[in-house]
């Protein structure tokens, strides 16, 4: 259907198509009602699918192909993504694609190839992918790693020989919240053919061949670098051939499910017809029909918002719809099924190769394809969809808005209807789109003359895969104007379109007509802000919130493009040879207004890592020392002659089952297949933050078939349904009045999982309001709504320390928001019944004794009658060490009571808005420093937002308080701490259990008091570090061998403090929309449990007559490498290899009464619990190894048959510490076994207009002792600086209070990717170095090393002091100078409204009724 010169004669099309329809009957159709395709290279099929199975249901439940993740249920975070094949007719070849299998239709599958991580390797024999990601230490909890390996796999099909840019692009739609991303791409990088492109290897880092060395001891340096391991690696010529099965071969290219003639009013049908006159047909006779192609949206719509459309209409499959070429006046034609990444990919190609000139219009376009949702998303996702679905926040309607595009609208027996994209949005998701019609194309005019520009702008709250708050496109065209001295540019033509200003993608008339016929000058800008002003108004009310934000947005993005065209206009009159006007001066300085993150490329990544494998500092337990005390130093008096040996202790081994998660092979409690007689549960959740409950009705969901029970608080006593982690405060269902929205009312359970939550949704509960609830920590201080003990602790003569002369003192206050956990895997429990009540419980959990303990207490059972299994966890973080617990009470209570197994599984949403997040916190401050900058004093008082009950908020409370000194000597200080009892879900741990809080602030009070003083922060900091010996804490611990003056010298010599300083002055100094910022910031922080109850550990170790052994102790593996830490101490105590050790499961039936796998003190406690046992057996032995002259296997042999004794039971407990907050100050005790320290140095590159920011560079020292793994130690270093930046720069938690009054009271907005957002891997350092400081070993913990998984989490802030200093400067430049408060998350928000320029002045004072950017805390 070309036309004769070549070019798509698409209302011929149309036309014929129309009329064509007209003749169809629908219902006599004959429809295929099977979907078939090809998985894993067998061909499957399935006659039983409805519109809304998604192929990730199918994948796991039909085929047990469980490696394909459920993360999110919304394309947002990549765990689910397979790969698909699609037949090219025309080329007759299969193009391979990454696609979302949580919103991919089972039937959009048919007659492709489908392959799924476990189609393309095993442990036994993996892909290079797989093989690659897992020895490079790119996987950690692994549960997001088959959808990584799955995205790089796609990339491979796609294109055999990708550059290092290709592969850094191609993993935009997967999150890891473990391993900070970069090994993954270094691991991905190693199959790009363009290496040598890498950034060199830092110096110090041993050169760009430099690998780490196995085996080395003996203070041994190891370095590696992405440079090195490409250099070893290599690239290679051609990916492995993927399995490239053709689609079914024979079957008809028309496909659809069912009939919907049948029984319109039962049937839930997909059709997929094969041209466009059937679709006009379809549409024809039912109207109603929702239109599909990618299921981006509908998918979400069924899901989130349980939206049912009894009949869908597929357009993925019309071939009139796929056109995409350049019409003969060379405008851009896009056919009404053409995806995002087809369209991406056709502009690339064409911008490449058309002439230079006339392509800004396809730039801009380009510019906004290329950060439009995910990779996985664009491949399935058609334009004609989203400019249908009439988003207001839509990427690109206001571009195609801008450039003056129409739409052909199809439909049965009618001429195609031409309608302008700026007439077609009526309001809020409502278009000027009849019931029967359909987008047919998308016509693109070309841009019409040599100094005609176009530019398109977004800012979301992250780069990556997000919406945004605030996109644009404008469009000038100028002209000459005038004579000589007096000649100008005129504005002949403007156009302006923006997103995320009002209910629809909105045309900013006023600004067009200010702008027409005027001069291009800066007082035309000034012009165009009046104008805009009057266009775009916004309440502080306004739904999404961020009014003045989103107005200062949409002024700089004028201001941009008033200065990006200027800049390029120069250009061209500088080229030009006609005699032209001079375009309007732009300074250099001025002229970086025009720059931006998303138009400009980013820096390739790379990263370092340097550490020692050093000789020595082995222990041995209370068992084989002389002294009778654990951590005894290992020698030839106590043990053996190579004592010094360390391996396989202290070596760089891989995760022991990152292969296998990399396969999909890891099972998860999600993965563990069911029995025929398994139910399914859901919870009931409130939805009123403080009220009574007056009647709860379940029976219209008892009455569906397959319903199976519902139980309340009336099921239960009063006696068991109460439970709390600490205080037993809660209820599991509760009983008379709700405090919080997401409280669990009860537990449907079910013969499905769907079938269960839509009966939990219908039981209708009545509620009756007790009054205003309480929210945030303003309104808990207000109320005097507080609980539990107030925390207070002095040193020193506080009042009169501020009495002493010639002080600088500073008071105020600092606000902290609380941070998701974002566990990929969400919670989960499996709870099979046994004989004689027992049960056995499986779940995601950090506490199985918890677990056990709870579910037993709700069934009214003994604990011994309960066991808890827990094999591993897809991320933790401290979200899954309580708030698991009621989880699976709730199942273990259903299972019990029904004697059948029950399974839960939380999806995302729910997830996040039940099990509370990091506790936000308020800090207010009084401090002081003599004119040297030597601290004096600090009086301090925190608040925490606790939520609804007491959870664990006071040891979080408390170890806040132990770190408000991060590593500064402070004489005199006094700190009160409050927890606030507020109407929001229960905070909780998280990685750092409040000690980041107490760093942050103390940071912030040091900051403001630099100002004052006049200083650089880091100078200050440096004055105040804690010597290495003698030094006391104002918890009157005292401090030895504290390393961190030296490591602040190492950090300040090794990051070349001194001098990027002075760069980073020069930097700013020439420009005035670009900022950067440094910052250097240390940390220290305390390993225990602040309760001397949870500091003991047990393991027990088995050996078996083949010699090998199996170990089971108190701790959970969750990715952060416990097990294979374990097995290599296992390894080393009885002289074997690592792989003759397993480590099967945590359960409570082995090593009871563990405490929870916490406060980063897990690898201590199990280490010598371990080796305990280990040494046991040894004790017995060895007098058969030395028979056997060493042969292991042989000596176990013989030793069974001589009735030895081949197992142990191990222990430990922590000594010398505890801690009694009731008695007096110097009495209380010791809080810590020891301290774990680091430094970090990050420097930034903010977009002082939009608020966007880059990190630049971070270098990052940590001292972890004699490491027992450095390669998972640096993994922990990385994941937590990440998850440190995502808590400080980027993660924010919204719930309906006064600061957000678009939301309804007690409502959690933030719950799930599409509107919280952790860092990406677009937001990992350019340039990312981590170091592992030599020659500090802990004598207090196993083998010398320090505990790593909590701190360096803190380090994260080394980025938002970096952008703090980069808002300095654009505030000096605005005339505003001094100390100035902003709050974290430093998001895209606080950073521009921070800035001070006349922009944000202006909307920041009619805009917002605070001083400051709304926040939830």
């Not at 064509?20 to 099929?45: C, I, M, P, T, Y």
């Not at 796991?60 to 007719?89: M, Y």
């Not at 659809?256 to 039962?266: K, Y």
């Not at 593996?1117 to 499961?1145: F, N, S």
Request: proline residues 5%.
């Amino acid at each position: 259907w070309m036309t004769s010169n070549g070019y798509p004669d698409a209302p011929a099309v149309v036309s014929s198509a129309a009329t064509r329809a007209l003749e169809l009957d629908v219902h006599s159709k004959q429809w295929r009602s099977q979907v078939v395709f090809v998985l894993n290279g067998r061909r499957v099929s399935a006659s039983d699918v409805q519109p809304h199975h998604t192929a990730l249901s199918f994948l796991r439940d039909r085929f047990g192909l469980t490696g394909t993740k459920l993360g999110c249920g919304e394309g947002g975070c990549g765990a689910c993504t397979i790969t698909v094949g699609r037949l090219d007719p025309n080329k007759n070849t299969i193009s391979y694609q990454a696609v979302n299998a949580c919103l991919a239709p089972l039937c959009s599958l048919d007659g492709c190839a489908v392959i799924t991580v476990e189609g393309i390797g095993t442990s036994k024999a993996p892909h290079p992918v797989q093989k690659r990601i897992s020895e490079m230490h790119g996987s950690q909890c692994g549960f997001c790693t088959p959808g990584i390996v799955m995205s790089l796999y796609s990339t491979l099909c796609k294109n055999s020989k990708p550059s290092l840019a290709d592969i850094e692009g191609s993993f935009d739609g997967n999150l890891c919240r473990c391993t900070g991303y970069r090994p993954i791409l270094d691991a991905a990088k190693t199959f790009a053919v363009d290496p040598e492109k890498c950034q060199p290897t830092p110096e110090g880092f041993g050169g760009d061949a430099a690998v780490q060395a196995p085996e080395a001891e003996g203070n041994k340096v190891c370095c590696s670098s992405t440079k090195a391991v490409l250099a070893k690696m290599g690239a290679l010529a051609q990916a492995e051939q993927p399995l490239r099965e053709r689609a079914v071969p024979g079957e008809p290219s028309s496909h659809g499910i069912a009939d919907p003639a049948e029984d319109r009013r039962r049937a839930r049908d997909v059709v997929l017809p094969d041209d466009l006159a059937t679709l006009l047909a379809l549409k024809k006779a039912w109207p109603d029909a929702k239109l599909v192609a990618g299921n981006t949206e509908v998918g979400i719509e069924t899901k989130f918002k349980h939206l049912d459309y009894p009949v869908m209409v597929s357009t993925a499959r019309v071939p009139e719809l796929q056109q995409l070429a350049f019409d003969s006046d060379g405008a851009l034609l896009i056919g009404g099924a053409v995806t995002l990444s087809a369209l991406e990919h056709f502009i690339e190609h064409a911008v490449a190769e058309r002439p230079k000139g006339n392509n800004g219009g396809l730039q801009a376009m380009l510019d906004m394809l290329r950060w439009f949702a995910s990779v996985q998303i664009r491949n399935v996702a058609v334009l004609a969809g989203n400019i249908a679905t009439a988003s207001p926040i839509s990427d690109l309607n206001p571009v195609l808005m801008a450039l003056g595009a129409s739409l052909t609208m199809a439909s049965t027996g009618a001429a195609p209807r031409q309608v302008l994209m700026r007439d077609f949005f009526i309001k809020y998701r409502t278009v000027d789109m009849q019931p029967t019609e359909v987008i047919s194309s998308v016509r693109v005019p070309a841009l019409t003359g040599p100094f005609e520009f176009v530019k398109s702008f977004k800012q979301g709250k992250r780069r990556d895969d997000d919406i945004s708050i605030v996109n644009a496109c404008l469009r000038v065209r100028l002209s000459p104007s005038g004579s000589n001295g007096t000649a100008r540019w005129k504005v002949e033509d403007f156009h302006a379109a923006f997103g995320g200003m009002a209910p629809t993608t909105s045309r900013p008339q006023r600004l067009e007509a200010a702008l027409k016929g005027a001069v291009w000058d800066e007082k035309s800008l000034d012009a165009a802000y009046a104008a805009l002003a009057e266009d775009l108004p916004l309440p502080e009310a306004v739904p999404g919130g961020m009014a003045a934000y989103r107005q200062t947005l949409a002024a700089s993005f004028v201001l941009k493009f008033f200065t990006g065209v200027c800049v390029e206009l120069a250009q061209k009159v500088v080229a030009s040879t006609e005699d032209l006007p001079a375009a309007p001066l732009i300074s250099e300085r001025e002229a970086s207004a025009a720059r931006t993150f998303i138009s400009e490329a980013r820096p390739l990544t790379s990263g370092a890592q340097r550490y020692h494998i050093p000789s020595g500092g082995m222990q041995v337990s209370s068992v084989a020392a002389k002294s009778g005390e654990d951590h005894e130093a290992l020698n030839e008096k106590n043990g053996e002659g190579d004592a010094n040996k360390r391996a396989p202790v202290g070596q760089p081994i891989q995760h022991v089952a990152a292969l296998a998660q990399c396969t999909g092979e890891a099972q998860y409690v999600d993965d563990l297949p069911s029995t025929r007689d398994t139910l399914h549960a859901a919870l009931v959740l409130s939805d009123k933050p403080n009220a009574k409950l007056a009647s709860i009705d379940a029976s219209e969901a008892l009455a569906m078939e397959g319903v199976v029970g519902f139980f309340s608080a009336k099921d239960l006593s009063e006696e068991d349904n109460v439970w709390g982690p600490a205080a037993q405060d809660e209820q599991l269902f509760r009983r008379d009045v709700v405090t919080s929205t997401g409280q669990s009312i009860g537990i449907m359970v079910a013969e499905t999982q769907e079938l269960a939550q839509r009966a939990a949704r219908m039981v209708k509960v009545q509620y009756e309001d007790l009054g205003p609830p309480v929210l945030t920590i303003d309104d808990a201080i207000r109320a005097q709504s507080f609980m539990g003990s107030t925390l207070t602790m002095e040193c020193g003569n506080i009042d009169e320390a501020f009495k002493e002369s010639d002080l600088v003192v500073v008071e105020g206050e600092f606000r902290i928001g609380g941070q998701e956990h974002f566990y990929l895997e969400t919670c989960s429990a499996h709870v099979v019944p046994g004989e004689g009540d027992e049960l056995t419980v499986y779940t995601s959990t950090q506490t199985p004794m918890k677990t056990q303990k709870f579910a037993a207490h709700a069934c009214g059972i003994p604990i011994n009658k309960v066991v808890c299994r827990m094999k591993r966890m897809g991320g933790g973080f401290g979200g899954k060490e309580t708030r698991t617990v009621f989880i699976s009470s709730a199942a273990a209570f259903a299972a019990h009571r029904l004697g059948r197994p029950v399974r839960i599984n939380l999806d995302r949403d729910v997830d996040m808005w039940i099990t509370g997040t990091r506790h936000p916190f308020l800090g207010r401050y009084r401090a002081a420093a003599d004119r040297q900058g030597k601290l004096k004093a600090l009086d301090l008082q925190l608040y925490c937002n606790a939520g609804y009950s007491l959870d664990l908020s006071e040891p979080v409370l408390g170890r806040a308080i132990f770190h408000s000194d991060n590593v500064y000597k402070i004489p005199n200080v006094r700190i009160l701490g409050r927890m606030c009892k507020t109407n929001t879900v229960s905070n909780t741990a998280f990685r750092g259990f409040g000690g980041p809080q107490g760093l942050l602030v103390c940071e912030a009070w040091l900051d403001h008091l630099a100002t004052d003083l006049n200083m650089a922060p880091e100078e200050v900091r440096k004055r105040n570090l804690y010597a290495f010996d003698g030094d006391v804490t104002h918890f009157h611990q005292t401090l030895d061998r504290c390393p961190v003056q030296r490591m602040w010298k190492e950090l300040s010599d090794s990051s070349e403090l001194a001098r990027r300083m002075a760069d980073v002055t020069t930097f700013n100094a020439a420009n005035r929309w670009r900022k950067r910022g440094i910052s250097m910031l240390p940390t220290k922080f305390g390993i225990s449990f602040t309760a001397k109850f949870m500091n003991q550990g047990a393991a027990l170790v088995h050996i078996y007559t083949d010699g090998t052994v199996l170990v089971t102790h108190g701790g959970t593996e969750m990715g952060q490498g416990l097990h294979t830490k374990m097995q290599q101490v296992t390894a080393r105590a009885l002289r074997i290899p690592v792989g003759d050790v397993h480590i099967r499961e945590t359960s409570t039936d082995t090593v009871p009464n563990s405490s929870p796998t916490a406060a980063s003190a897990s690898s201590d406690m199990y280490g010598m619990a371990i080796l305990n046992a280990c040494e046991q057996i040894m004790a017995r032995l060895t007098p058969y190894v030395k028979k056997a002259e060493g042969d292991f296997k042989k000596a176990v042999n013989t030793a069974f048959f001589d009735r030895c004794d081949l197992s142990a039971h191990g222990f430990y407990k922590t000594p010398n510490i505890g801690y009694d907050w009731t008695l007096p100050d110097v009495e209380r005790g010791r809080p810590f076994n020891y301290f774990t320290y680091g430094a970090a140095c990050s420097e930034v590159e903010v977009d002082v207009l939009t608020g966007d920011m880059r990190i630049l560079r971070a270098d990052l020292l940590m001292d972890v002792g004699n490491s027992l793994n450095p390669a998972i130690d640096v993994g922990q270093v990385e994941g937590a600086f990440t998850q440190g930046v995502g808590w400080t720069m980027i993660e924010e938690t919204v719930w309906g209070c006064d600061e957000f009054p678009w939301l309804k009271p007690g409502a959690c907005h933030t719950r799930g990717p599409g509107n919280y957002k952790i860092p990406s891997f677009n937001d990992t350092p350019v340039d990312m170095r981590v170091s592992l400081l030599k020659d500090s070993e802990n004598c207090l913990a196993i083998h010398s090393s320090r505990a790593i998984g909590e701190p360096p989490l803190f380090l994260g802030a080394s980025a938002f002091f970096a952008a703090r200093s980069a808002i300095a400067s654009a505030r000096a430049d605005a005339g505003l100078t001094g100390h100035f408060t902003v709050s974290t998350p430093l998001t895209p928000e606080r950073i521009r409204m921070a800035c001070g320029d006349a922009l944000a002045s202006k909307f920041a004072a009619t805009c917002m009724q605070r001083s400051r950017p709304s926040a939830f805390v």
